[in-house]
């Protein structure tokens, strides 16, 4: 019998590392949790530090698919906040963005907002001015006019 997958996540304010492997092997990690939780917060220290605008980071994508971009934000960041972001990368820039393209986009980047906040947030945007709304053969797509502090508002 092959030993079941075991994970176990570690937050520090709004960084996050992830454990797994087999359960035995994970607790024993966790023997040495001071030590880890060390180096973690260390790295974490480091990285923010190099970290103060949005990181793009083309995907690897199967030939005829389109990739989604990745987007170094804090998670808890609103979820207008997210929208722009998203458009403002290539990947917002190419073509109007469902809000089906949005959802997707975010759970690649590990965002999750319901559905009805996500449709609430464009209306509000596409109504202060922020993005402009477009008809498109997939449904209406979305492009970015401005970005302003504002629009987080």
Known sequence: MSAQPFKLRIRIDDKEVELSGSREDVMTALEDLSTIVNKVSDAFSKATAMTTHVHVMPEAKPEGEEAFPTVTIPPDAPCPEVITSLLSTEWGRSKP????????????NAIHYPIGTVKGRLTDLTKRGVLRRIRTNEGYGYILLKQSESAFE
């Open 97 to 108: 963005r469902t809000l089906n393209d949005l959802l997707e986009a975010m759970k690649v």
